[in-house]
């Protein structure tokens, strides 16, 4: 038995049994059921002869092949899924009458995509990108999707504004190139071009936009949304995740060199852990505002271009979502889920961020082309556990048998069913905001300042984010060969932070200007006055916030962690079971790294299991080394330029070491540590040479010893 079926199987998983096939001691047959006895071979004319038209097996196979592709998303085209549930701590009844979060002893069936945005659907995992964080509950009341990203703000503040933005970002129309990157001349040229886009910029240019895993990522609901209690009334509420394990990046060099050594390094990451039974685990949190606040703040609630900081409204917990089973089918489940903010339940409602109203149009439309009709809301992925009576009927592909001749509302025929539901049923009913004010195509004055926030997040980050940041805008800037564009870019920067804006500048071979001029807004209309359109400069809500910076994310785990142990014939038996015993107790994995596969032998003539070659191993794919003792050991691995490279390699991206008895030698040959370790009697930050396991535990959690890196001098 799988370690997952022990899980108390949920209601979605009972109504995808209804069309899940197995083919365990079964025959073979065709889509119609005929038991074939041949499927090596076509009909021909004779042994030689041409194949005949007649022969239907091969028709079939090779019609169903040809027709195998859905077109892929346009965006989020790259993704990997799986199975959970959700479960709220306490009644949210005071706010919400939305069914799931009224019950503590509810578990909430879910299915959750993350994604990449701008790579197709082969593309590398590792791109500097926005992550799609989709969440499916398939509630008592129907579906509700929370479609939303592990950056809580966006690039853009109107939707019509989203198509030239996926049009820059995507590869260059003449020639697609290049893949799953946003540097290149198109999308820097936009975006130079967007004051709105800069605080959006200053999160994807930092780590989150390359994280460890999907497993220690934040989510975010992006736009404000509503909760609307029994009694009708209104707060306004932010939507969070946030995971248990911490929320931790992997470095740009280590990214790039991911994309080659393992594309899939989040999608294998997420599916090993659930298959090792380490359930991802994320806690839902709520910023909530009252209606009575909606102006109290500098920025406007309906710009989604901005956050609420958590020092001004704290993020309360309300429930946890655990991901505790893979998908058995990736089409079926994770390509053909159809996601749509519209997707919602009573209890919650939207607000008039104009970037949400768009959305609400464009999520079921593309679906429409891309499974192919209207009825995807019957594809098993996407079905709701909520009975489902409708007039709505036909259209390719339906599923549903509708009995009887009624087929419209009001009707006496059908003795009036289905019944309209109540409020009190459950019944949808739209929060009655009042509007007032004339049909203008225009933007309110309140979304005018894009520099303030970009500013707060900038001067948030620690020292080696910083350094992150400016080597990331270093990186795409440099990628970019049009030198207006680059200028353009300098200008921005310069609005959000001077230091930034001199460190990327020098790098690029340019100067900051003198005088800072307001930037000009290239997006106003024909007939708009720039003046008008010119972005105001606004006060950060708050000086620093320290939920902004990663490095304060939790740093108490070691779960789930990858450890590399490099040995070879000859180690010491003793102080490798000490440290596996350790790390593996905190739930750490060790993967076992030798010369060549098969197994070695202890000083002591006892045999392990080698797990991976120093071939097929990468220190990239990491998260800690751990290098045995053994003189016979150690001079193996002395010999093999990929053991030295691996250790080396580790320094350089600042992962946590440890050496025991000669494995320090290994450590020496690499160049940049023996520099360190020469340097004076203490040893590098993260480097642990004969310690306890239990100090190694410790500095894994720390995740990385950025320290080690070379700092620009001007930073803050
Ligand atoms: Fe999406 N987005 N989006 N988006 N989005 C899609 O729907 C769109 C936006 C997000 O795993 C598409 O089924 C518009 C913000 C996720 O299947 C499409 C606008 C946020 C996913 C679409 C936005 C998101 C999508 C493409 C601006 C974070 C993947 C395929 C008005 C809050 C869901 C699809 C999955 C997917 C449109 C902006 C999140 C074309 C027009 C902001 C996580 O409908």
Known sequence: MKKTDSFEASKKTEDLSMNTENAEGQLLTSNHGLPINDDQNSLKAGERGATLLEDFILREKITHFDHERIPERIVHARGAAAHGYFQVYESMEKYTKAH??????????????????AGSRGSTDLARDVRGFAVKFYTEQG????????????????????????????????????????????????????????????????????????RMMEGFGVHTFRFINADGKSHFVKFHWKPLLGVHSVCWDEAQKISGKDPDFHRRDLWEAIENGAFPEWEF?????????????????????KIIPEELVPVKKIGKMVLNRNPDNFFAETEQVAFHPGHIVSGIDFTNDPLLQGRLFSYTDTQLIRLGGPNFHEIPINRSVAPVHNHQRDGYMRQTINQGRVSYNPNSLGGGCPFQAKAMQGGFQSYTERIDGKKIRGRSKSFFDHFSQ??????????????????????ELGKVETIAIRERMVGLLSQINKNLAKNVADALGLKVPETLEQPVNHSIPADGNPEDYQPVAGKPPVKKSEALSMNSTSKNTIKTRQIAVLAANGFDEKSLNDFKKALEKEGAMLTIIAPKLGTIKSAGGNETKVNQSLLTAASVLFDAVFVCAGGKSVETLLEEPDAVE?????????????????????????????KELGKDTSLPLGILVDKSPEEFVSAIAQHRFWEREKKDKHLN
């Open 100 to 117: 799931f979060l009224q019950d503590p002893s509810l578990k909430t069936p879910v299915f959750v995509r993350f994604s990449t945005v």
């Open 143 to 214: 579906v509700y999707d929370l479609v939303g990203n592990n950056i809580p703000v966006f690039f853009i503040q109107d939707a019509i504004k989203f198509p030239d933005l996926v049009h820059a970002v995507k590869p260059e129309p003449h020639n697609e190139i290049p893949q799953a990157a946003s540097a290149h001349d198109t999308f820097w040229d936009f975006i130079s071009l967007m004051p709105e886009s800069m605080h959006m910029i200053m999160w994807t240019m930092s780590d989150r936009a390359i994280p460890r895993s999907y």
């Open 285 to 305: 949190g709520v910023q909530l505002i009252s209606e009575d606040d909606e102006f109290k703040y500098d920025f406007d609630l309906l710009d989604p271009t």
């Open 454 to 475: 970009a500013t707060l997040f900038y001067e948030s980050q620690s020292e080696a984010e910083k350094q992150h940041l400016t080597d990331a805008l270093r990186f």
């Open 646 to 674: 691996f250790v080396d390699e580790a320094y350089k991206h600042c992962k946590p070491m440890a050496a025991v008895g000669d494995g320090v030698e290994l450590l020496k040959a690499s160049n940049r540590i023996k």
